[in-house]
């Protein structure tokens, strides 16, 4: 097992440039989650799936996100027309199938710069 | 609705001194809560949880953290502080598949 992926690592891009990045969750971890993490802030709730069913979105998640797990394995998170308020590191989790409350293991992270 | 506070975003400790980073939370259901560890450029990695039964949960690398339901507090502690300690440590709590982070507390280990 060799835990969450996630890639790039990093990626710097220009504004209005539209950026994708992959999560590649533990094998039979069905639940996938995707974080926004700013300087000096906690982990922000981006989105959950089960299986392939986007379950929840936040509010934080405008219109130029989108996120999608096709076939129930990896995920990736898209960024259109990126600004620069859009620079932060994206971290994806995953957990297993269980209890409500399983523990989320997490990637990396790929920190966006948009210049 | 969920919420949590970490008081003090940075604390600083002697190696061998006692850690105390201090967490409360708001929660209008049994809470489920969490401590993560976050070392530079790398992800969150689960330190302990609690979920129900005792309320003392004994996690990684010698850390531990009490539930208080009175004083809706999850502080972190650890008797003696190494360097290797040094990090930023998150407190979260969750219900149902969403998980609330709090701010974040640097810790400083002095040599």
């Known amino acids: 097992d060799t835990g969450v992926s996630q890639d790039p690592r990093h990626k710097i891009t220009k504004r209005g440039q539209n950026v994708t990045f992959r999560c590649d969750p533990i094998s039979e971890h069905n639940r996938l989650y995707w974080y926004r993490q700013t300087l000096g802030q906690g982990p922000e709730f981006l989105t959950y799936f089960q299986n392939e069913a986007q379950l929840e979105k936040s509010r934080l998640l405008s219109d130029r996100f989108s996120a999608e797990r096709p076939k129930g394995s990896f995920s990736t998170l898209e960024i259109q027309r990126t600004e620069q308020g859009d620079s932060a590191m994206y971290l994806c989790a995953s957990s297993p199938p269980g209890q409500e409350q399983e523990t989320q293991y997490f990637g990396p992270g790929t920190r966006l710069l948009v210049l | 609705a969920q919420s949590v506070t970490q008081l003090g975003s940075h604390v600083s400790v002697s190696e061998g001194a006692l850690v105390l980073l201090r967490c409360n939370y708001s929660?209008?259901?049994?809470?489920?809560l969490f401590w993560y560890v976050q070392y530079p450029n790398q992800g969150l990695q689960l330190l302990l949880k609690?979920?129900?039964?005792?309320?003392l949960v004994k996690g990684i690398n010698g850390f531990e953290a009490e539930f208080k339901k009175s004083e809706t507090s999850f502080h972190l502690t650890k008797p003696s502080a190494h360097m290797s300690d040094a990090a930023e440590y998150f407190c979260a709590v969750g219900g149902g598949f969403k998980t609330i982070f709090g701010a974040g507390t640097r810790l400083f280990v002095k040599a």
């Open positions: 609690y979920t129900t039964g005792a309320t």
């Open positions: 929660s209008s259901v049994p809470p489920y």
